[in-house]
């Protein structure tokens, strides 16, 4: 594979490719993408076929995925949400027969085999989570494949939070999880994704991609710093609450918590010259 391409974001092994990238990627064997979907509550993406690889990212119901080869239980393809490339468990997607209408907009709920809180519980879907609404009944909406979920925790897809950062602090206490992006388990840059797609911005996923999509430059000053600003450091990424308090997805509390900027850059110098790497306003203040 050309230097030029991120195997993160480019379907080609040394064995297949995707079939649009025949002439840029010489392979011996390219395969056309079948569009599914999540419909298990959410799903790990791995590297490597295989659930001791670790997971890379993960995707939430009704996320699309493109699958370009199915085998031994994984799906190997690239999400559609953000291009990433690695294998999911198949029996974790589907076709879906009926249009996205709603999103999960709380930051889990449950789904229930009946109309009735007293019912059985089937799972739970977190923040983003993207359903097929149907039949409603009393206080519950009938999402495809059966399951029943409390009304009043859906949201149109259309939607939109109106302060990203509203979002991320919804998240407070949620472990640390590398590779999640749900309310179970976030890592730093899930939590930025998350947050921001809530509120219409389309965001990458990893924090190197995040650091020169996102935003304008700012001076990497803390006095500079205003509120929504996100701060990038050596492989991790913090909202700015205020000027002085960042709210990060991170492994010293193991949870999504706020923090001093000054504790996280005095942290961070122990191992690295620079501390801050950079820093993003997304609107013009």
Excluded at 35 to 59: F, M, N, Q, W, Y
Excluded at 216 to 221: A, F, G, L, Q, V
Aim: aromatic content about 8%; hydrophobic content about 40%; overall charge negative.
């Amino acid at each position: 594979m050309s230097a030029s391409f991120d195997p993160r974001l480019t379907p080609a092994r040394d064995d297949l490719a995707a079939d649009f990238l025949r002439g840029a990627v010489e392979r011996p064997n390219y395969a056309k993408g079948v569009t599914k979907c999540v419909t298990a509550s959410s799903a790990p993406l791995h590297i490597d076929a295989d659930a001791a690889s670790g997971r890379a990212t993960e995707l939430l119901m009704g996320e699309g995925f493109i699958v370009y080869e199915e085998k031994n239980g994984w799906a190997w393809g690239q999400a559609m949400l953000d291009d990433y490339v690695g294998y999911v468990p198949a029996d974790a997607l589907g076709v879906s027969e009926d249009p996205v209408t709603h999103k999960i907009g709380v930051l889990r709920t449950f789904t229930y085999a009946e109309p009735d809180l007293k019912s059985q519980m089937l799972g739970g879907l977190s923040l983003g989570s993207l359903v097929s609404a149907g039949n409603i009944h009393d206080k519950f909406t009938q999402i495809e494949g059966g399951a029943w979920v409390f009304t009043d925790h859906l949201k149109t897809v259309a939607d939109l939070e109106g302060d990203y950062l509203t979002t991320a602090i919804r998240f407070i206490g949620v472990p640390y999880l590398w590779g999640g992006r749900t309310s179970l388990g976030i890592d730093c840059s899930g939590l930025v994704q998350i947050a921001l797609q809530a509120a219409g911005i389309g965001a990458p996923r990893d924090t190197d991609m995040q650091s020169l999509a996102l935003g304008r430059d700012i001076e990497p000053n803390p006095a500079l710093m205003e509120r929504g600003d996100l701060v990038f450091f050596p492989g991790h990424v913090g909202i700015m609450v205020d000027q002085g308090t960042l709210i990060h997805a991170n492994a010293w509390d193991m949870m999504v918590s706020p923090h001093p900027l000054r504790f996280v850059v005095a942290e961070l110098a122990k191992e690295h010259d620079s501390p801050i790497t950079c820093v993003k306003r997304l609107t013009s203040k």
